[in-house]
């Protein structure tokens, strides 16, 4: 098939699922076309079957705000035309669904065009957090109905999204994946008289909540030596640096900024710490379990899809940071506990989420779109 892939850059989850199921349709033989406004975050250079759109929104002065969606339903008019898509993918439904959808209504209106279909991947925040605002709401709603298919990936999310914007329509859940062959621990020296390392991996969005991994990795630190390892960026990472400082553990931290090489950081990591105030999926701590990397995380949102309660990982009500720092500590003092919870991790992390199992969810899906041509 030939599949327009439509993602946001950044470091966000949604754009690495996009990456990733892009690399994996190409490697089974599709043709795909990713736009967005620069090469994704871990986009790679030079794959066969594998082509990037970039979109440019031009400035004009009279206008305060980028017309984003309209470059990019017209960049996505014009590289349907171009390549003949079959499927116009959408991953994360603002903007992205309201303008698969207006790409559509412009060929549709164009007798000589032959129209893609359009799908639609609900990731979280779309929904929860952005989709849901007053301000957004009835758009995001009818571009979800009007897509000719649409996912999510959590059956949480899917709950979500019927209950936050009244959808009625189907939803297929198909979770998230990685590459499980590529996402494994590997033999990367640890530094010599190095503590535990407790890692923790996202956008620092105040979603994340930054604050409760200081407070819990301060409880931790009160029992045991351990290093704090914080990778990403966003604009939370400041406000706890100050803290971390203030608390006197500025010493026993690194930050590591977005890195490329996630699976050498996960291969030196003894837990990964994710106390979300919600989680759709928890796509950095499926890779954490795919790296043996135990994950101590907040009960919310499709995060309990993921992990399984004591057996691949610990799960806690959101404020409960001392459970959270109990069990990690747990983990460091316990290497009998710590090697079953990170074998039980990894064996769930191939059985249920490797690309080989989820991505022929999505060939299937696509196949299924009702009037695909
Ligand atoms: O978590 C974020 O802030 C980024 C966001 C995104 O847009 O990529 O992540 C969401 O999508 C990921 C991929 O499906 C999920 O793994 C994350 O759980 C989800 N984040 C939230 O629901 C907060």
Not at 19 to 34: C, F, K, P, Q, S
Not at 35 to 49: A, D, G, I, K, V
């Amino acid at each position: 098939m030939r599949i327009g892939i439509v993602c946001y850059a950044s470091t966000g989850g949604s754009g690495i699922v996009a990456t990733e199921l892009a690399i994996a349709l190409a490697d089974r033989g599709h043709e795909v076309h990713v736009l967005s406004t620069e090469p994704p975050f871990r986009f790679p250079r030079n794959r066969q079957s594998l082509h990037f759109h970039e979109v440019a929104t031009p400035a004009y002065p009279l206008f305060r705000e980028p017309q984003y969606a309209l470059s990019l339903a017209t960049a996505i008019v014009q590289v349907s035309r171009h390549y003949h898509l079959d499927v116009v993918h959408a991953l994360y439904a603002v903007p992205h669904a309201a303008a698969a959808y207006l790409a559509r209504q412009i060929m549709i209106a164009h007798p000589t065009d032959r129209v893609p279909c359009v799908m639609t991947t609900l990731h979280g925040t779309d929904i929860t957090l952005v989709g849901s605002d007053p301000s957004y709401t009835e758009t995001v709603a009818f571009c979800i109905d009007q897509s000719d298919g649409v996912t999510a990936v959590s059956e949480s999310l899917k709950a979500d999204t019927c209950q936050l914007l009244g959808i009625t329509r189907e939803i297929r859940v198909i979770p998230n994946f990685l590459d499980a062959a590529r996402f494994a621990r590997r033999d990367v020296p640890r530094r010599p008289g190095g503590t535990p390392r407790i890692v923790h991996i996202s956008n620092f969005r105040p979603v994340k909540r930054i604050g409760a991994v200081v407070d819990v990795f301060a409880r931790v630190r009160a029992q045991v030596p351990a290093t704090l390892v914080l990778v990403g960026d966003g604009p939370e990472l400041a406000p706890a640096r100050q803290r971390l400082q203030a608390l006197g553990l500025g010493g026993d931290v690194e930050y590591a900024g977005e890195r490329l090489d996630i699976v050498d950081v996960l291969s030196q990591a003894d837990v990964f710490l994710l106390p979300s105030a919600t989680e759709s999926f928890g796509l950095a701590a499926l890779e954490a379990m795919a790296c043996e990397v135990p994950v101590v995380a907040s009960r919310v949102g499709g995060v309990p899809e993921v992990i399984d309660d004591g057996v691949t990982g610990f799960l806690h009500e959101p404020e409960d940071i001392g459970g959270m720092a109990g069990n990690i500590v747990r983990l460091v003092n316990e290497p009998a506990l710590h090697a079953r919870v990170a074998a039980a991790a990894r064996q769930v992390a191939i059985e249920r989420f490797s690309a080989a199992r989820i991505v022929p969810m999505y060939e299937a899906a696509y196949a299924a779109l009702s009037d695909y041509r």
